[in-house]
């Protein structure tokens, strides 16, 4: 199942930075095929950004433990539901 996130997130970024380039293209946006493949080394970097965010993102989730959470941590303080109005148990 990992695998697929991960075929999954590089395909999600390669396809939305390829639509803004061709967006941009189709448009008029960037006229002349300079300035298209000028546009396009921007698409490419965008694409990659984003996928070296969303596999770290999966890495977070599937990966070892973070290094600064300590063990054990203290649990909050709740309210209990059943105690009187006006007072509340710690």
């Known amino acids: 199942m990992l695998a697929f996130y991960v075929i999954a997130m590089i395909a999600i970024c390669w396809h939305f930075s390829y639509g803004i380039w061709l967006f941009a293209a189709k ?11 000028r546009f396009g080394y921007v ?4 694409g990659i950004g984003l996928a070296v965010m969303g596999l770290a ?16 941590p203290t649990p909050a303080i709740s309210l209990s ?5 006006g007072h509340f148990e710690v």
């Open 81 to 85: 539901a059943t105690s009187s109005p």
């Open 27 to 37: 448009w008029g946006i960037t006229p002349g095929e300079r300035a298209r493949k």
């Open 43 to 46: 698409c490419v970097a965008l």
């Open 57 to 72: 993102s999966i890495w977070a989730f599937v990966g070892g433990k973070y290094p600064n959470a300590p063990e054990n």
